[in-house]
């Protein structure tokens, strides 16, 4: 006796092999459109779906495969007595496969092109037979995926069928599928920042070697419908990425995309910014980032959002770093990179589009709108007013902090990070790494900034005895008074943003 298989694929990469098999086992092929003329044209004999359902196809196709003798044949309990009588009279066939893709609608998500374009993207039928086929996985074997018909043809090639929990993982696979699907239009059609249900569209696209750790697993997933800087990056060279290389990319990248208009270089160790400088060039500006600290950026990462020449690329060889990235690379620049046979060298396509962040808690989601602004109503409290380079340098310094992990100060001079101090309990140990660690490097003006309130004046009174020139911070406390009186005292002019920058 045939069965019965219902196909209808976008995507058409081994389907030739694996029908011609189905009808070598005595399968009856049933297609739609393109699906039935690719079938024809490779000499198999599939029937058309309006054969079956004896019903043409309508509304420019919009409605051909939503029918009861489709989805009888696929729902149908084959051991209920009563299921097999309502069939049988209605003359539904039972349809024992289905091979379907969706219209490509993650492709089409985030191109430019009108919402009605987008909706006529959204497919009906496909994911309406994949959910009956895959509710009824008893009896029905469910592909969505052009990977898996390798082991279905195995398992009927073993034993005529193929098994209850093969046909329970490919379902599996459908809801996977669609659930994925049904976010994405979700997300386009809602524009919600927060809505009712929270939903995610993310694919698959590596499995890492281990997580944070090495006793941890760990994979990739990049957005079905957004871009991203970390989504579409070209890795030009080096061994394959890990856990913790993709996330301090993500933050190395972001920093120096705090400089639009400049020339910008960031170091990130351990997730925590350890180099940031502007430059005039691209050797000068990294130049300037390694200077910051030349032993934490050792085994670290270096982001630049310039084209990176042989120059530059060759400063980068003396120094033992797990990866460089940059908007271009020269083709000599390659080639001397290239020399580190284990240096990722990674080519960054798109700009940062994070719009939120989540964070998992056990047993929820915490989501906030991204960090993405910084305040445009700066105010000067103290008597003594910053010089303009003072000011520029205090900008320099905000767009930094943000990046370093609370309690977090730096310290610079306006082009170079020279003193970082993060993920303290308190705000004077943070304070006072900084300007340690500034001062091993930098004996001329240095500026401070803090992600935070100052909670008492003794951040002030330790800027003062070290020599700090000017300090930026958002203000907030109920001492303000007592950190603007210090800093009157010690004739050094600070700025209030307003907004706070934590980073926890």
Sequence with gaps: MKKRALISVSDKNGLTEFAQFLEQNHYELISTGGTFKHLKEAGLNPIQIDEVTEFP?????????????????????????????????????????????????????????????????????????????????????????????????????????????????????????????????????????????????????????????????????????????????????????????????????????????????????????????????????????????????????????????????????????????????DADALEVLAQKKNLRVIKIKNAVSDRQVWVKIDGGMLVQNADDRFSTDIKVVTETQPTEEQRKALLFSQRVVKYVKSNAIVVTNGKQALGVGGGQVNRIWATQQAIERAKEKFGGDLVLASDAFFPFRDVVDTCAKEGIKAIIQPGGSIRDEESITAANEHDIPMLFTGMRHFFH
């Design 57 to 329: 196809e309508m509304l420019d196709g919009r409605v051909k495969t939503l029918h009861p003798k489709v989805h009888g044949g696929l729902l149908a309990v084959r051991n209920n007595e009563e299921h097999m009588k309502t069939v049988q009279e209605h003359g539904i066939g039972l349809i024992d496969m289905v091979i379907v893709n969706l219209y490509p609608f993650f492709e089409n998500a985030n191109k430019d092109i009108s919402l009605d374009e987008k909706v006529e993207f959204i497919d009906i039928g496909g994911p309406s037979m994949l959910r009956s086929a895959a509710k009824n996985f008893n009896s029905v074997t469910v592909i969505t995926d052009v990977q898996d018909y390798e082991k279905v043809k195995s398992e009927m090639q073993q034993g005529g069928d193929t098994t209850l929990e093969t046909r329970k993982t490919l379902a599996g696979k459908v809801f996977n599928l669609t659930s994925a699907y049904d976010a994405a239009i979700s997300k386009m059609l809602l524009q919600e920042e927060y809505p009712q249900y929270l939903n995610a569209s993310y694919k698959k696209v590596a499995d890492l070697r281990y997580g944070e750790n090495p006793h941890q697993s760990a994979a990739y997933y990049v957005s079905t419908v957004e871009n991203g800087a970390m989504k579409d990056f070209e890795q030009l060279g080096g061994k394959e990425l890990s856990f913790n290389n993709l996330r301090d990319m993500d933050l190395c990248w972001k920093v120096v995309n705090e400089f639009k208009d400049e020339m910008a270089c960031c170091a990130v160790k351990h997730s925590t910014p350890c180099g940031v400088a502007i430059g005039e060039t691209a050797l000068e500006t990294y130049q300037k980032a390694f200077e910051c600290d030349p032993v934490s950026i050792f085994g670290g990462i270096v982001a630049m959002n310039y084209k990176v020449d042989k120059a530059t690329a060759e400063e980068l060889n003396k120094t033992f770093l797990e990866i460089v990235m940059a908007t271009d690379f």
